[in-house]
């Protein structure tokens, strides 16, 4: 059975980095035919996403932060990583990892059908 | 960002209908790239409902419906029932900011 678990401190810095794995089992990311996104819900508000990554491919980003997130890849620990620089207030949300099966940008697509259950993020100083 | 948008909440009494809209605009919704909606409990991630417009996944009870017309899309909840009180969102495409895009959020309360 697919699951998606997130970890990652739940306090940083503002103007440091906000560093977050989603750990992947029931999957080989290295050769599954799925997308892994980020996604992020700020407090009280609606999701956004961040990024999504594909093995071997173009990894895609969300044009308003793409200045300041790296997705990348850990396959000894099939794991995804999300790194968003230069952290502010702004990015305090509970970020959760999901997969996807299209590229972004086809008009006809399968949701995001498997999340993780989400960890909270605080950037306070 | 929030650029599809969705009453802040809804309510009816067990058995009654509700539908929550989702307007979106011509470089989304209206352009013709599917929308998909979640239903989301208090601390848990979202739970797809609805998929491509109006398709249930296996599990999601058939008194929830979608529909489309345009711009907007619609999520109609018929017999309305205490399990069903949670957060909905929508979510699309936006060709215009080339991004995965989500609706503000609807909390549906039953009364």
Redesign the interface.
């Known amino acids: 059975q697919l699951q998606l678990q997130e970890s990652g401190p739940g306090l940083v810095k503002p103007s440091e980095t906000l560093s977050l794995n989603c750990t992947v089992s029931g999957d080989s990311i290295s050769s599954s035919s799925y997308y892994w996104g980020w996604f992020r819900q700020p407090p009280g508000k609606g999701l956004e996403w961040i990024g999504s990554f594909y093995y071997s491919e173009t990894t895609y980003y969300s044009p308003s932060l793409r200045s300041r997130v790296t997705i990348s890849v850990d396959t000894s620990k099939n794991h995804i990583s999300l790194k968003l620089s230069s952290a502010a207030a702004a990015d305090t949300a509970v970020y959760y990892c999901a997969r996807h099966l299209e590229k972004p940008g086809n008009f006809h697509y399968y949701p995001m059908d498997v999340w993780g259950q989400g960890t909270t993020v605080i950037v306070s100083s | 960002?929030?650029v599809l948008t969705q009453p802040p909440s809804v309510s009816g009494a067990p058995g009654q209908r509700v539908t929550i809209s989702c307007t979106g605009s011509s470089s989304n919704i209206g352009?013709?790239?599917?929308v998909?909606w979640?239903q989301q409990l208090p601390g848990?991630?979202?739970?797809?409902f609805i998929?491509?417009d109006n398709n249930r996944?296996s599990g999601v009870p058939d008194r929830f419906s979608g529909s489309k017309s345009g711009a907007s899309v619609s999520l109609a909840i018929t017999g309305l029932q205490a399990e069903d009180e949670a957060d909905y969102?929508c979510?699309s495409?936006d060709?215009t900011?080339?991004?995965?895009?989500?609706?503000?959020?609807t909390k549906v309360t039953v009364l």
Do not use: E, I, N
């Open positions: 960002q929030s352009a013709g790239y599917d998909h979640y848990t991630a979202p739970k797809v998929y491509g996944p969102f979510q495409y060709r900011l080339s991004a995965y895009v989500f609706g503000t959020g």
